[in-house]
């Protein structure tokens, strides 16, 4: 079963994010504030968080950065009322995977979460070096985990499927949010720098004015 961890303080969203959780079966703990969405973390592992950010005591970009400490693979959706772009650039900037602006559309939430879900029902990619599993999200370098958030995954596994191609920041941002008009193109970028830190070399190619693409490099081949 899936496991979620929904951190809300506002009564009436909580009440209805967690009905409709609920009759999709997952088994959501639910936390009030920060201080108690970092116990929860402590004791469970979960599948996906639902975020808030302004929450009481601790708040939810605070809750993202333990998360990704502690729980690397879990898929995170940020769900607030902030909706400037830097606020979602920063959410992305700590490895947020999703960004979604209140007021919402319960249904589309359900259809963010089983976007990420349905992802872990794919094969896997090998190259040498690489071993891409799209099973849980990851990369191993050498047998090593990358730790890289769904996000960043979804567009390393696009650009390194296809190595001559170029994507643009808009066909990324299909890849990564098909159902979000309000997120701007520039939190690619975002993605593709914290991906760059995480990668053992320079794997991720910029063409000036058009977008990016993988980069082959000697003996590493896809097939």
Known sequence: MVRIMYLEDEETIREV???????????????IDGKEALQFIDKQT????????????????????ALRKKQSNCATIMLTALGDESSQIEAFN???????????????????IEAILRRTKNGKVKSEGLDIKSEN?????????????????????????????????EQ????????????????????????RKKLPKDMIKTIIGIGYCYEETENEHYS
């Open 137 to 169: 999200f990851q990369v191993y370098y050498n047998q090593l985990p990358l730790h890289l958030t769904v996000t960043e995954f979804l567009i390393f596994e696009a650009l390194y499927k296809h190595p001559q191609r170029v994507y643009t920041r």
């Open 17 to 31: 994010v967690s009905e409709y959780l609920s009759l999709k079966n997952y088994q959501v703990d639910i936390a």
């Open 94 to 112: 700590r490895y947020a995977d999703d960004y979604m602006i209140k007021p919402f559309s319960p249904i589309l939430l359900l259809k963010r």
């Open 46 to 65: 979960y599948d996906l968080a639902i975020l808030d950010i302004m929450v009481p005591f601790v708040s939810g970009l605070e809750v993202l950065d």
């Open 172 to 195: 990324l941002l299909e890849i990564i949010a098909p159902d979000d008009f309000m997120v701007s193109d520039r939190v690619i970028d975002a993605h593709i720098k914290n991906l």
